[in-house]
């Protein structure tokens, strides 16, 4: 590490943001990495496995849930119909509004990319005690109803 680097890294050792996106980024590399096989991103996933829970939801909803944009979710369910993974029909309430549900192939699909997934999930789970893990899920939740009061958390979960 050069002086420039070494100065830099020393500046913000305090700071816990960089540790938290690092963490972040690994879990999300991981999960790319085991999806890629099924040819979903981790957004068409979260979508898939959303609808899997909760049929019919709306767009708006599927994309607060995923943690993206209702535009970036317009062009996930978009996708993951021209493969045939879901389902749109116009609802039988509102002509303007579309359900999503998966397909047939689309649920057979999630199971084994799921089963990827949830491997990647309990593999990070096994590396602590199961205090280690609670002490863990409190201090991030503690750190997003700290920032929550800055207007930049939406509320949405992530899987």
């Given at each position: 590490?050069?002086?420039?680097?070494k100065k830099i890294a020393e500046s913000?050792?305090?700071?816990?943001?960089?540790?938290?996106k690092r963490?972040?980024?690994?879990?999300?590399?991981e999960k790319s990495r085991v999806l890629r096989p099924f040819g979903l991103t981790v957004p068409q996933y979260?979508?898939?496995?959303?609808?899997?829970?909760?049929?019919?939801?709306s767009g708006a909803k599927l994309a607060r849930l995923c943690s993206v944009t209702p535009q970036s979710?317009?062009?996930?369910?978009?996708?993951?119909?021209?493969?045939?993974?879901v389902e749109r029909r116009p609802s039988s309430d509102h002509a303007q509004v579309l359900v999503t549900r998966?397909?047939?192939?689309?649920?057979?699909?999630?199971?084994?990319?799921?089963?990827?997934?949830?491997?990647?999930?309990?593999r990070l789970v096994d590396a602590f005690t199961p205090d280690e893990i609670?002490?863990?899920?409190?201090?991030?939740?503690?750190?997003?109803?700290v920032l929550?009061?800055?207007g930049h958390d939406d509320g949405a979960d992530s899987f």
């Open positions: 590490m050069g002086t420039d680097e913000v050792a305090w700071r816990p943001g960089g540790a938290v963490a972040e980024q690994a879990l999300m590399a979260a979508a898939m496995y959303a609808l899997s829970l909760a049929p019919g939801i979710m317009a062009t996930v369910l978009k996708t993951l119909e021209s493969r045939g993974l998966l397909s047939r192939a689309g649920q057979a699909l999630l199971r084994k990319a799921d089963a990827e997934a949830v491997a990647v999930e309990r609670a002490l863990l899920r409190e201090l991030l939740e503690r750190a997003v109803v929550a009061g800055t």
